[in-house]
Nanobody, 114 residues
Framework: QVQLVESGGGLVEPGGSLRLSCSAS????????MGWYRQAPGKQRELVAR???????DYADSVKGRFTISRDNAKNTVYLQMNSLKPEDTAVYYC????????WGQGTQVTVSS
C-alpha cells in the first residue's frame, strides 16, 4: 500500500502563488504516471497536470502557462507550482501516482479569494 501525503494548500489572493507537494511512501522513480487533479464544489474531479515521464507533461488548457508539475525522485515528492492564481482555481487538489495500481492523496484545499 502506497501512502501519499499532500501539503501546501491554503488561502491566497488572486494573482498569488502556491506550491503543492505530494510525498510518497514508495519510490516514485518506479511510477508509471503522476499527476494532480482538482475538484471544485458541485463539479467533477478534473485533471490539472500530469507527468508520464520526466520529459512528457500534460496540462489542462485552463492552467497552461501558469502551473508547472515537477518531481524530485530523491525525495519521492511531486510538486505543483501554481502561479497567477485565479478564483476559479479554488478547489480541493489531489495527487495521483500510478504504479501497478493508482494511488490518491487525501486532498489539500486551495482557496483563491481577496
Amino acid at each position: 500500500q502506497v501512502q501519499l501525503v499532500e501539503s501546501g494548500g491554503g488561502l491566497v489572493e488572486p494573482g498569488g502563488s502556491l506550491r503543492l507537494s505530494c510525498s510518497a511512501s514508495s519510490d516514485i522513480a518506479r511510477a508509471r504516471t503522476m499527476g494532480w487533479y482538482r475538484q471544485a464544489p458541485g463539479k467533477q474531479r478534473e485533471l490539472v497536470a500530469r507527468m508520464i515521464s520526466s520529459s512528457i507533461t500534460d496540462y489542462a488548457d485552463s492552467v497552461k502557462g501558469r502551473f508547472t508539475i515537477s518531481r524530485d525522485n530523491a525525495k519521492n515528492t511531486v510538486y505543483l507550482q501554481m502561479n497567477s492564481l485565479k478564483p476559479e482555481d479554488t478547489a480541493v487538489y489531489y495527487c495521483n501516482i500510478g504504479y501497478a495500481y493508482d494511488y490518491w492523496g487525501q486532498g489539500t484545499q486551495v482557496t483563491v479569494s481577496s
